[in-house]
């Protein structure tokens, strides 16, 4: 178990839905939250995938906490729709944290429309079609209900090179906002967390795929505090917002990046200066990757 500031079972009682749960960030809170005694439900596309966390999570489990997966895509409405039912069936949910994600760096004049269509159905029609999905059943019922939307500090600021992200993530800031004011009335919360550089296997990787550049998701440097984030620190922010006692905190975006955002320039300004070859070398190492991770599903 992380360590916590919490005590042992602040989330028991708690049945929160974490979309893109799998892997990386996701499954990262999902650990945290299932070993608080929260009933936490993850969700994502690959099956075998979703298996392995559920058993490697239920390890921690404690306080009666447990996970469960659902293979969805968070692209299709219908497909949350129906695994939101499922979930509803045996008690309503708490929470919501749209984590899934979907990224890569690229020259913006590069960026094919479904390039573009990736990564914004991924980022803002998934997170919309979640937490529609979960606030029409909470307004329904009268409940409660806390949304955390994992966005990025590019919201504020724009980010060079990885423009279809920047625009979605943007969108879901906008969502957040919106539906704090809207939904205030209800109870029902909408914050967003911005997390700096948290290194994690595969996105961190898509996003540094030019060693020798230094910049973006790879480099330490230009971050006041001189290091990567800690995973306890961050899931210790995400078990603050999905547990009572803050409830009146609504629509905010809170960064975790170490004071990254307030010194530094863009994460991916300094790629201004790679060379065509080197967006080429990028591009071979993103596309190795990504054939390797497809005939790992297809033999898993």
Not at 183 to 200: E, S
Not at 253 to 262: F, T, V, W, Y
Request: with cysteine.
């Amino acid at each position: 178990m992380n360590p916590s500031t919490f005590r042992p079972d602040v989330l028991a009682g708690k049945r929160i839905l974490v979309t893109g749960g799998g892997t990386g960030l996701g499954k990262e809170l999902a650990r945290q939250f299932v070993a608080q005694g929260a009933s936490v439900h993850i969700c994502g596309r690959r099956e075998a995938v979703l298996q392995a966390a559920v058993e490697e999570l239920n390890t921690t489990a404690a306080h009666g906490g447990l996970a469960e997966h659902h293979v969805c895509d968070v692209r299709e409405a219908e497909q949350i729709e129906a695994m939101v039912d499922r979930i509803w069936a045996g008690g309503a949910l708490t929470g919501l944290v749209n984590n899934a994600a979907a990224n890569f760096i690229s020259p913006s004049i590069d960026i094919s429309p479904r390039g573009f269509a990736a990564v914004r159905s991924t980022v803002m029609d998934g997170a919309l079609f979640s937490t529609l999905a979960c606030g029409r059943r909470w307004i329904a019922q009268g409940l409660p209900g806390s949304v955390v939307s994992m966005l990025v500090t590019w919201v504020w600021t724009g980010s060079a090179y990885v423009l279809p992200s920047a625009m979605a993530k943007t969108a879901v800031h906008a969502m957040t906002m919106s539906l704090a004011v809207e939904w205030g009335q209800h109870n029902i919360r909408v914050n967003a967390v911005a997390p700096g550089p948290f290194p994690t296997e595969s996105a961190w990787e898509k996003l540094a795929p030019i060693p020798k550049a230094n910049v973006g998701a790879a480099s330490k440097d230009e971050v006041p505090m001189q290091r990567f984030g800690r995973m306890p620190e961050l899931c210790n922010l995400l078990t603050f917002l999905q547990a009572d006692g803050c409830d009146y905190l609504t629509g905010q975006n809170i960064a975790i990046d170490g004071g990254h955002h307030l010194a530094a320039p863009r994460p991916f300004a300094a790629l201004g200066k790679q060379t065509p070859a080197d967006w080429a070398e990028a591009k071979a190492v993103v596309r190795g990757k990504a054939e390797q991770e497809k005939a790992q599903r297809s033999t898993g």
